[in-house]
């Protein structure tokens, strides 16, 4: 199998080298800046294609021209055929921590011909690309508190597209969630405890004024003792 993000080239230093029994497809070149399809090319001396799977192949009956300067063909191609969407995996990161700079998501694509990718933030898209590789990476460190969404999206070379959504949320860091739980605790404790103490130095003022009434009336004097 040959999947590139360019072409497979055979430069103009190669010579007399055998390409066979490949499957070579949807790969990109370009000309004066032109994104085109194509496949391989060829400007070496005396290579050789033979018996390689080629997703253009037309069954034109001359064969499968090569592009490039040595004007080579593959004089027994056939057609490459791809009946399988991509599949695709994502790292199990449900929930993490503001600001943990370990934190990101990896996808993993299988596919023998993936060719490109879309990656949305929350509906919004973030990243875009062609597929050199079978997995992307992307860092969490940057995300805000709460509950976010990503969405992959791939094509294969045939048009076919795979989906992956996945949410993350993240949460306030430990340090914080600790300075919260005490500053919580001392508001409550002073709630509670004022109260209280506001009972109790009123109960001791009530208590003290009945004394002073007491004494009062202990001390007045009463004639009625004298006229007895």
Same mark, same amino acid.
């Given at each position: 199998? *040959? !999947?590139?993000?360019?072409?497979?080239?055979?430069?103009?230093? $190669?010579?007399?080298? #055998?390409? &066979?029994?490949?499957?070579?497809?949807?790969?990109? &070149? /370009?000309?004066?800046?032109?994104?085109?399809? !194509?496949?391989?090319?060829? @400007?070496?001396?005396?290579?050789?294609?033979?018996?390689?799977?080629?997703?253009?192949?037309?069954? %034109? &009956?001359?064969?499968?021209?090569?592009?490039?300067?040595?004007? @080579?063909?593959?004089?027994?191609? /056939?057609?490459?055929? +791809?009946?399988?969407?991509?599949?695709?995996?994502?790292? +199990?990161?449900?929930?993490?921590? !503001?600001? +943990?700079?370990?934190?990101?998501?990896?996808?993993? *694509?299988?596919?023998?011909?993936?060719? @490109?990718?879309?990656?949305?933030?929350?509906?919004?898209?973030?990243?875009?690309?062609?597929?050199?590789?079978?997995?992307? $990476?992307?860092?969490?460190? $940057? #995300?805000?508190?709460?509950?976010?969404?990503?969405?992959?999206?791939?094509? +294969?070379?045939?048009?076919?597209?795979? $989906?992956?959504?996945?949410?993350?949320?993240?949460?306030?860091?430990?340090?914080?969630?600790?300075?919260?739980?005490? /500053?919580?605790?001392? *508001?409550?404790?002073?709630?509670?405890?004022?109260?209280?103490?506001?009972?109790?130095?009123?109960?001791?003022?009530?208590?003290?004024?009945?004394?002073?009434?007491?004494? %009062?009336?202990?001390?007045?004097?009463?004639?009625?003792?004298?006229?007895?």
């Amino acid at each position: 199998m *040959i !999947r590139e993000l360019f072409p497979y080239v055979l430069s103009a230093t $190669t010579e007399s080298i #055998l390409v &066979g029994q490949n499957s070579v497809g949807w790969n990109i &070149g /370009s000309d004066n800046g032109v994104v085109i399809p !194509r496949n391989a090319y060829d @400007s070496g001396i005396n290579n050789f294609w033979d018996g390689n799977r080629w997703c253009d192949y037309r069954f %034109s &009956g001359i064969g499968y021209e090569i592009s490039g300067d040595s004007f @080579s063909v593959d004089a027994n191609p /056939s057609l490459l055929l +791809d009946f399988s969407a991509p599949t695709l995996t994502v790292s +199990d990161v449900k929930s993490i921590v !503001r600001g +943990d700079s370990d934190a990101v998501l990896n996808w993993t *694509i299988v596919d023998e011909f993936p060719v @490109s990718y879309e990656i949305y933030h929350n509906e919004e898209i973030i990243k875009e690309g062609y597929l050199t590789n079978d997995f992307i $990476t992307q860092p969490l460190v $940057t #995300l805000l508190y709460g509950l976010h969404n990503f969405t992959i999206s791939v094509g +294969d070379g045939v048009g076919y597209i795979e $989906t992956l959504q996945h949410f993350v949320n993240v949460n306030i860091e430990e340090s914080v969630v600790v300075s919260l739980i005490v /500053s919580v605790g001392i *508001i409550a404790s002073v709630i509670v405890i004022l109260p209280l103490d506001y009972l109790r130095r009123k109960r001791k003022s009530e208590k003290a004024i009945l004394r002073e009434k007491e004494n %009062s009336e202990d001390s007045k004097f009463d004639i009625s003792e004298l006229l007895e």
